[in-house]
């Protein structure tokens, strides 16, 4: 008996997916870089799953696909990742009222309700600017891994300023404060400090409820999450797998529409 | 799940086809038979005085018409990197960049550009002040004189003192135009083309009005088609006719509920100039899920009724009173009235990278009406007429996110 649901976010840069029962229980996730092909990654991941738990293709009842890529995978339905963003959101945090999704190449603010039905919403995905791109391109001009910025944000002792939110003048920004003898923790600070601005720009647009719930690859970095705390002046809440919320809300609507 | 949804043609749009299509080649060959028949040319803004300019039996067309054509045709992103390479900036109003650039490069341009030169430039600052600096630009190329019209912006209500100062330069193109036509200005001729503007503006109105009703019989694609007419031939016979016959269309629709958009679900009102070079591509990513545009601030701006009394009074209110040139305020009372009389679930805004005077406030506009009507509302970045700006993947993305958020998933 087909008792399991699929959710597969197929993002520009990862994919991931997750299987929930029919309670709504995430029973296995997994997660990788979506590459040339994100149908196939996805599919790749997905088999894995089902390896690991056991299972068979018939024991999947349903399989909602979201993200970039979402109409290249042959999924019983698609949803855009901010209804389900929010619907996974809402699922783990019944107070939710505000999602900041900092993802790798779009950044948004989802204002929902309880149950997760989505008020308002911004979006950044025409630049870089406030991405996990951003971050990358800036990680690389420091000679860094991503994960080693947020530590490092933490000892700076000053922020230095990053003005510009264009992600190649931003990039020439920083290798003026390296060749000024600028500490790299003051630097990265400074980093963190332009992503978050960009994003708490955008919550002028939809406003901001509490409880804030930041998901999305970069909400890992506690470098940005710290910038984005103090700039909007409220506390945030990370759930503990920040990438696989809009999957999860892609599973969870799989599971709603067998019903 | 999107479905495959049947666009609806009017019948009414061929005869509107054959209508422009004659308009435009009458125009293309107005040196045979401007000259012999005392008709002078106009290059005119589309917030123009046009029933002044037909009284004195002046041949008027739109620049910003034929921008849109050119939007249409695809080819304005080529016409925009000619004026680009000529120095115009890329910020500047893709309607001004493509039609300085089918100046410079006809060869690239439909129909060769519009007839050229004119004898004669009209310029309205009631819809922005980019038409200003455009008209001047072109007044330094073909070296003719340009007739400035300066209708200050209302932040309330039109006050005593504001009409007064363009009615005085109303009376004073009367005088210019007198002397560049040699002609006197004769009011009853004046008083007729009112008579036929606010005849064709009010079919205009009524075939509006109809799509108050659900289904709509009509969708923004066929509202940008057919306001042509009474953007370039207001004041003529030939744009009441066709109004008429288009209401007939129209009406017969609603008699028979048949809707523009197959199974209507969904609907919405739609602010700022179309996405020319996408007009059914972008639509159809609505109406694919049951969203119907039932109606817009844009094309309905023409429907600007025309006060009985003083023809030159008469005037300097109605172009002095145009949408563009009035406060946050207004827009956003005008959108939520839309909202209400056509029983509207959400609205989308274009943000128009060329029009600033219509987009810069939108966000401001987006919040009041959402917050005194709970109907939300989308942004769209895009441009009307140069294709570069426009990104399809967001703009897919986020069409399909409001419309569950509009209609549940
Ligand atoms: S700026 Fe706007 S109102 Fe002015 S000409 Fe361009 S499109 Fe028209």
Redesign the interface.
């Known amino acids: 008996m087909a008792r399991y649901f699929l959710g597969v976010d197929i993002g520009s840069l990862t994919t991931k997916v997750v299987l929930v029962n029919k309670n709504g229980d995430m029973v296995a996730r997994a997660t990788g870089r979506s590459g040339y092909s994100g149908r196939n990654v996805a599919n790749r991941l997905s088999n894995g799953l089902l390896e690991e738990k056991k299972l068979a293709p018939k024991d999947i009842a349903a399989a909602v696909a979201t993200g970039y890529g979402r109409v290249t995978f042959p999924a019983d339905r698609e949803v855009s990742e901010i209804t389900c963003q929010a619907k996974g959101i809402a699922h783990l945090f019944a107070g939710a009222g505000t999602v900041i999704d900092i993802g790798g190449q779009d950044s948004k603010v989802i204002r929902l309700l309880p149950g997760g039905k989505v008020i308002d919403f911004a979006m950044n995905d025409k630049c870089a600017a406030g991405t996990g791109r951003f971050l990358e391109v800036m990680a690389a001009a420091l000679e860094l891994e991503i994960q080693e910025l947020g530590p490092l944000a933490a000892r700076a002792r000053e922020h230095c300023a990053i003005s510009s939110f264009c992600t190649v003048f931003a990039e020439s920004e920083v290798i003026s404060h390296v060749s000024a003898g600028a500490p790299k923790a003051d630097i990265v600070a400074g980093v963190c400090d332009s992503v978050a601005a960009r994003v708490a720009s955008m919550t002028s647009r939809t406003g901001l409820e509490p409880e804030v719930v930041f998901t999305g690859g970069v909400a890992r970095n506690s470098g940005v999450v710290n910038a984005l705390a103090k700039q909007l002046g409220c506390r945030l809440s990370v759930p503990e797998e920040p990438e696989i919320t809009a999957a999860l809300g892609a599973a969870l609507f799989a599971r709603d529409n067998a019903d | 799940?999107a479905e495959k949804r049947k666009y609806l043609p009017l019948a009414s749009t061929k005869h509107l086809e054959k209508m422009m299509t004659r308009h435009y080649a009458l125009s293309r060959y107005h040196r045979l038979w401007g000259k012999p028949l005392k008709r002078p040319l106009a290059w005119i803004t589309s917030g123009a005085p046009v029933e002044l300019l037909r009284a004195f039996n002046i041949h008027p067309v739109y620049p910003e018409n034929y921008g849109a054509i050119c939007g249409t045709r695809r080819v304005s992103a080529k016409l925009c990197q000619v004026a680009e390479a000529a120095g115009y900036s890329q910020d500047l109003c893709s309607y001004a960049r493509t039609h300085i650039g089918s100046i410079l490069r006809p060869d690239l341009a439909p129909m060769g550009g519009l007839p050229k030169p004119p004898d004669l430039l009209v310029c309205c600052n009631n819809i922005c002040g980019t038409v200003l600096k455009w008209y001047e630009a072109l007044a330094r190329i073909f070296q003719v004189p340009l007739l400035v019209l300066d209708t200050p912006y209302l932040p309330a209500r039109l006050t005593d003192h504001t009409k007064e100062y363009v009615l005085a330069q109303f009376e004073q193109m009367v005088v210019d135009l007198e002397r560049l036509t040699g002609r006197r200005l004769n009011r009853r001729e004046l008083a007729e083309q009112l008579a036929r503007s606010s005849q064709a503006i009010a079919l205009w109105k009524e075939i509006r009005e109809f799509c108050k009703t659900s289904p709509s019989p009509l969708n923004a694609p066929d509202l940008f088609i057919h306001m042509a007419p009474i953007v370039t031939l207001r004041g003529t016979q030939q744009a009441v006719d066709y109004y008429r016959r288009l209401k007939e269309e129209v009406n017969r629709r609603v008699r028979q509920r048949q809707g523009a958009v197959d199974g209507e679900k969904i609907r919405l009102v739609w602010d700022n100039i179309a996405i020319w070079y996408r007009i059914f591509g972008f639509f159809k990513m609505f109406s694919e899920r049951g969203a119907c545009f039932v109606t817009d601030t844009y094309s309905g701006g023409w429907v600007m009724e025309l006060p009985s009394g003083d023809p030159l009074e008469s005037m300097a209110i109605t172009y002095t009173e145009i949408f563009l040139n009035r406060s946050p305020d207004f827009r956003a009372e005008q959108m939520i009235n839309l909202i209400k009389e056509y029983n509207a679930d959400g609205f989308v805004m274009h943000s128009n990278r060329s029009c600033k005077p219509y987009s810069l406030i939108q966000?401001v506009i987006r919040?009041r009406v959402?917050r005194e009507t709970g109907v939300?509302g989308l942004v769209v970045?895009a441009d009307m007429a140069d294709e570069r700006v426009y990104?399809e993947?967001?703009i897919r993305?986020?069409v399909?996110?409001f419309l569950?958020?509009v209609g549940g998933?």
């Open positions: 799940m966000e919040r959402t939300p970045e990104a993947e967001p993305n986020r399909q996110a569950e958020t998933i």
